[in-house]
């Protein structure tokens, strides 16, 4: 709410956030005065990385890059549907346009997305959102309920980030980069927010040989 040009006193968190950025500008410029003409022109991230919205997962400052760094995209509980045109239209202009090298499927433990998945109660119209995890659920629900009760929606969300690299490794876009000859690694990783650091599980896809044969499209050779 504006009043005579101001922000009002209920927008004291926007204003807060305002008067960080200008400091933080500020401590940019005395360290390096051509820092932000250079970031203005132009990006070359090495990295995509679909993560999760939850507001912890603070890409920058968990990995210590910088803008510029990483082409990130998120969504709820890092879903990464194969019909989904707003993460394909990501995944396809980092990997076609930008180049990037790494493809990262990160989730991150505590997952509240993971969680409502595995509960009967409503969310609205994440209902919809998250069924494909519920499914996921269902489909391995001797292996996670064999686990004590605090660590399943953890194992949960390994499961969905499993997916989530299997999903983006069968991408035609992905496999005409490995084609070319690029290097082009697709990596899943949970953030352990207890700790801060990142658990690679690895299951690292880094070319077509990894991949089924029926999901092979194009391929002149084996790489």
């Known amino acids: 709410m504006i009043i005579n040009g101001t922000m009002s006193a ?3 968190t926007i204003c807060k956030i305002i008067g960080s950025n200008k400091e933080w500008v500020a401590n940019v410029q005395a360290k390096n005065p051509e820092y932000f003409k250079n970031l203005a ?3 070359s991230p090495k990295v995509l990385w679909i993560g999760c919205s939850d507001s912890r997962m603070a890409v920058d400052l968990l990995t210590g890059t910088q803008p510029g760094d990483v082409f990130v995209h998120r969504n709820i509980a890092n879903r990464i549907p194969s ?3 707003n993460a394909l239209s990501v995944i396809e202009y980092a990997v076609k346009h930008l ?3 790494h493809v990262v499927v ?7 997305g993971v969680k409502a998945a595995m509960s009967n109660d409503s969310v609205g119209i994440l209902d919809h959102w998250l069924r494909p995890i519920k499914d996921l659920y269902l489909a391995n629900e001797a292996e996670i309920n064999a686990l004590p009760e605090h660590e399943r929606a953890d194992k949960l969300g390994e499961l969905n980030v499993i997916q989530g690299v299997s999903t983006v490794s069968k991408l035609p876009v992905v496999h005409e980069a490995w084609n070319e000859g690029r290097e082009l690694q697709v990596h899943g990783w949970v953030l352990q927010l207890g700790s801060g650091l990142i658990k690679d599980l690895e299951i690292s896809v880094a070319g077509p040989k990894q991949v089924e044969s029926i999901y092979k499209l194009n391929s002149p050779a084996e790489h």
Not at 106 to 112: I, N, Q, S, V, Y
């Open 83 to 85: 019909e989904d045109l």
């Open 10 to 12: 209920q927008s004291s």
């Open 41 to 43: 022109k132009g990006q």
């Open 106 to 112: 990160a989730g991150h433990t505590g997952c509240g």
């Open 99 to 101: 180049k990037v090298e």
